[in-house]
């Protein structure tokens, strides 16, 4: 398996849990842009957005429903927070799994980069 998120659920390759059930598994970011930063991760190998299908619908929302859950659970979910979800080159993707990232406790800028 080559996949370096689905390394981590399986528990092969180390990361600081947040949150898992049966459809996602949740980390810290080996390196925060931010006081918090978890990546959500779909269980299922998915390689980007481009790749997701109609019967993926419920999964994509369970990651955002988690992530809003996660931001309540941090104490930041009223002065807000980001959920990013880059895809491919431009979008800035470095890992081709599937992932939303939670990012709070500061003050986000926009446009982002
Ligand atoms: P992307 O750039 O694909 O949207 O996000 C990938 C994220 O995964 C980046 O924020 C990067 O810091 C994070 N990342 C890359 N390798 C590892 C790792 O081995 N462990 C953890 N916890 N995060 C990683
Ligand atoms: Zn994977």
Redesign the pocket.
Known sequence: MSC?FCQ?IEGS?P??PCYEDDKVFV?????P?APT?M?IVPKKHIASINEATPEDAALIGHMMLTAKQLAKDAGFAEQGFRL?M?CNSWG????FHL?L?LLGGRMMTWPPG
């Open positions: 370096l981590i390759i990361a600081k980390f810290h970011d080996l390196h842009q930063h990546l990013v880059n800035g993707q470095t890992v992932h990232h």
